[in-house]
Nanobody, 123 residues
């Protein structure tokens, strides 16, 4: 049974940083991609970043380039989302998700989802 567990969310002031973790378990993820998505109040869930587990290829949403990074620790099956210079508009529940094969920017392409971790950025 696949399980994704996010952690690392919290309250931070504008300009601050957070590092989210996604712990993956339940199968061999070597041919999977893991994505980070977020859903702000009253908004649709949107793509933030993704990483291909085997070769480390990454994608970051254009608005987040230069502020967010995604990385993995293969030995621990952890995927990280580093977030710098956070702004109030980054306030959202952040989810990690997994799918076989290449990563996608589309929410519905992902088969497995975590429960999410809340990030709140105060002004």
């Amino acid at each position: 049974q696949v399980e994704l567990v996010e952690s690392g969310g919290g309250l931070v002031q504008a300009g601050g940083s957070l590092k989210l973790s996604c712990a993956a378990s339940g199968r061999d993820f070597s041919n999977y991609a893991v994505g980070w998505f977020r859903q702000g109040p009253g908004k649709e869930r949107e793509f933030v970043a993704a990483i291909k587990w085997d070769n480390g290829a990454t994608a970051i949403a254009d608005p987040e380039k230069g502020r967010f990074t995604i990385s993995r620790d293969g030995a621990k099956t952890l995927v990280y989302l580093g977030m710098n210079n956070l702004q109030p508009e980054d306030t959202a529940v952040y989810y990690c998700a997994a799918k076989p094969g290449m990563f996608s920017f589309v929410v519905d392409r992902y088969d497995f989802w975590g429960q999410g971790t809340q990030v709140t950025v105060s002004s």
